[in-house]
Nanobody, 122 residues
Framework: QVQLVESGGGLVQAGGSLRLSCAASGRTFSNYAMGWFRQAPGKEREFVAGIRARGVVTYYADSVKGRFTISRDNAKNMVYLQMNSLKPEDTAVYYC???????????????WGQGTQVTVSS
Protein backbone atom coordinates (compact mmCIF):
# COMPACT_ATOMS: atom_id res chain seq x y z
CA GLN A 1 0.00 0.00 0.00
CA VAL A 2 0.93 3.63 -0.35
CA GLN A 3 0.25 6.52 1.98
CA LEU A 4 -1.52 9.49 0.40
CA VAL A 5 -1.79 13.13 1.46
CA GLU A 6 -3.98 15.63 -0.42
CA SER A 7 -3.55 19.38 -0.51
CA GLY A 8 -4.75 22.38 -2.46
CA GLY A 9 -8.37 22.62 -1.43
CA GLY A 10 -10.00 25.88 -0.46
CA LEU A 11 -12.74 28.39 -1.10
CA VAL A 12 -13.22 29.68 -4.64
CA GLN A 13 -15.93 31.56 -6.50
CA ALA A 14 -17.95 29.89 -9.21
CA GLY A 15 -16.02 29.94 -12.47
CA GLY A 16 -12.70 29.83 -10.69
CA SER A 17 -9.97 27.20 -10.62
CA LEU A 18 -8.15 25.07 -8.10
CA ARG A 19 -5.39 22.51 -8.39
CA LEU A 20 -5.42 19.61 -6.00
CA SER A 21 -2.27 17.66 -5.30
CA CYS A 22 -1.79 14.22 -3.82
CA ALA A 23 1.60 13.16 -2.51
CA ALA A 24 2.27 9.45 -2.27
CA SER A 25 4.88 7.61 -0.28
CA GLY A 26 6.38 4.33 -1.34
CA ARG A 27 8.65 3.20 -4.12
CA THR A 28 5.90 1.37 -6.01
CA PHE A 29 3.72 4.41 -6.72
CA SER A 30 4.19 4.03 -10.47
CA ASN A 31 2.51 0.61 -10.32
CA TYR A 32 -0.79 2.03 -9.05
CA ALA A 33 -3.79 3.42 -10.84
CA MET A 34 -4.88 6.63 -9.13
CA GLY A 35 -8.31 8.08 -8.68
CA TRP A 36 -9.93 11.22 -7.36
CA PHE A 37 -13.25 10.88 -5.56
CA ARG A 38 -15.44 13.39 -3.80
CA GLN A 39 -18.12 13.33 -1.15
CA ALA A 40 -20.60 16.11 -0.50
CA PRO A 41 -22.60 16.34 2.74
CA GLY A 42 -25.40 13.80 2.81
CA LYS A 43 -24.26 12.15 -0.42
CA GLU A 44 -22.31 9.04 -1.28
CA ARG A 45 -18.68 9.20 -2.32
CA GLU A 46 -18.46 9.47 -6.10
CA PHE A 47 -15.77 8.95 -8.71
CA VAL A 48 -14.38 12.11 -10.30
CA ALA A 49 -11.35 11.14 -12.38
CA GLY A 50 -8.80 8.37 -12.72
CA ILE A 51 -5.49 7.68 -14.40
CA ARG A 52 -3.70 4.46 -15.15
CA ALA A 53 -0.33 3.56 -13.67
CA ARG A 54 1.68 4.75 -16.66
CA GLY A 55 -0.42 7.86 -17.01
CA VAL A 56 -1.51 7.36 -20.61
CA VAL A 57 -5.17 6.51 -20.04
CA THR A 58 -7.51 8.79 -18.11
CA TYR A 59 -11.21 8.62 -17.36
CA TYR A 60 -13.66 11.22 -16.08
CA ALA A 61 -17.11 11.41 -14.64
CA ASP A 62 -19.53 13.06 -17.05
CA SER A 63 -20.13 15.85 -14.55
CA VAL A 64 -16.52 17.05 -14.74
CA LYS A 65 -15.51 16.10 -18.28
CA GLY A 66 -14.02 19.06 -20.09
CA ARG A 67 -13.49 21.01 -16.84
CA PHE A 68 -11.18 18.79 -14.77
CA THR A 69 -7.85 17.24 -15.76
CA ILE A 70 -6.05 14.49 -13.89
CA SER A 71 -2.31 14.01 -14.29
CA ARG A 72 0.55 12.33 -12.52
CA ASP A 73 4.31 12.62 -12.14
CA ASN A 74 5.69 9.21 -11.27
CA ALA A 75 9.18 10.61 -10.71
CA LYS A 76 7.80 12.81 -7.93
CA ASN A 77 5.16 10.39 -6.63
CA MET A 78 2.47 12.99 -7.27
CA VAL A 79 -0.98 13.04 -8.79
CA TYR A 80 -2.89 16.22 -9.58
CA LEU A 81 -6.43 17.32 -10.31
CA GLN A 82 -6.73 20.61 -12.17
CA MET A 83 -10.25 21.93 -11.72
CA ASN A 84 -11.49 24.75 -13.94
CA SER A 85 -14.87 26.42 -14.38
CA LEU A 86 -15.86 25.32 -10.91
CA LYS A 87 -19.51 25.20 -9.96
CA PRO A 88 -21.22 25.26 -6.56
CA GLU A 89 -22.18 21.62 -7.07
CA ASP A 90 -18.47 20.74 -7.10
CA THR A 91 -18.37 21.55 -3.39
CA ALA A 92 -17.22 18.44 -1.54
CA VAL A 93 -14.34 16.78 0.27
CA TYR A 94 -11.98 15.46 -2.39
CA TYR A 95 -10.00 12.27 -1.83
CA CYS A 96 -7.23 10.66 -3.80
CA UNK A 97 -6.98 6.90 -3.86
CA UNK A 98 -4.64 4.22 -5.14
CA UNK A 99 -5.62 0.89 -6.60
CA UNK A 100 -4.39 -1.88 -8.85
CA UNK A 101 -6.67 -1.05 -11.78
CA UNK A 102 -8.42 2.04 -13.07
CA UNK A 103 -12.09 1.75 -12.18
CA UNK A 104 -14.86 4.06 -11.03
CA UNK A 105 -15.74 1.89 -8.01
CA UNK A 106 -14.37 3.15 -4.71
CA UNK A 107 -14.28 -0.40 -3.34
CA UNK A 108 -11.47 -1.33 -5.73
CA UNK A 109 -9.10 1.27 -4.28
CA UNK A 110 -7.22 0.16 -1.17
CA UNK A 111 -5.32 3.29 -0.14
CA TRP A 112 -6.97 6.63 0.62
CA GLY A 113 -5.88 10.07 1.69
CA GLN A 114 -7.54 12.08 4.43
CA GLY A 115 -9.33 14.40 2.01
CA THR A 116 -9.23 18.11 1.24
CA GLN A 117 -12.24 20.44 1.31
CA VAL A 118 -13.27 22.29 -1.82
CA THR A 119 -15.96 24.93 -1.47
CA VAL A 120 -17.33 26.80 -4.47
CA SER A 121 -19.42 29.86 -3.73
CA SER A 122 -22.08 31.17 -6.09
Amino acid sequence: QVQLVESGGGLVQAGGSLRLSCAASGRTFSNYAMGWFRQAPGKEREFVAGIRARGVVTYYADSVKGRFTISRDNAKNMVYLQMNSLKPEDTAVYYCAAGTVLTTASTTYNSWGQGTQVTVSS
